[in-house]
């Protein structure tokens, strides 16, 4: 029973042991708090939860770049036509296609650049011993 025992006592230390030499998960940022986080990044879990802030931002950029890409084709089509009237609804349908066409642009490019910066922060974490 002895021998039992130690042996549980041993496989537990050496669980507890891998468990701590893990790497911990990304802890998770908010806009607030990244200048702070970037200024004291000296871990890798300290670049990987920047790199983890960053892979959002570019989620929602993209989610944002469909959104707006709906809208223009919505746009594009015009008003639904009420008495044959055009008037100035159209000019307004006429000049927010352009307008979603250059958001969609520039929410592509933020999402380019946040997967940029999120792999510049993985490639840090990366190299920290």
Same mark, same amino acid.
Request: aromatic share 6%.
């Given at each position: ?6 042996? @549980? ?28 986080? @970037? ?10 939860? @920047? ?26 089509? #015009?008003?639904?036509?009420? #008495? ?43 190299? @920290?011993?």
């Amino acid at each position: 029973m002895h021998r039992l025992s130690a042996r @549980i006592v041993s496989a537990f230390l050496m669980v507890l042991g891998l468990t701590l030499g893990m790497s911990q998960p990304a802890r998770a940022l908010d806009a607030a708090g990244l200048p702070s986080a @970037i200024e004291n990044a000296a871990t890798t879990a300290d670049h990987e939860a @920047i790199a983890a802030f960053y892979d959002s931002e570019a989620k929602t950029a993209r989610t944002q770049a469909e959104r707006h890409s709906a809208m223009g084709k919505a746009y594009a089509k #015009g008003p639904k036509p009420t #008495g044959g009237r055009k008037g100035s609804r159209w000019a307004v349908y006429r000049t927010m296609s352009p307008h979603c066409e250059d958001l969609v642009k520039g929410y592509k490019k933020a999402a380019h650049q946040y997967d940029e910066m999120a792999a510049a922060h993985r490639k840090e974490a990366s190299e @920290i011993k």
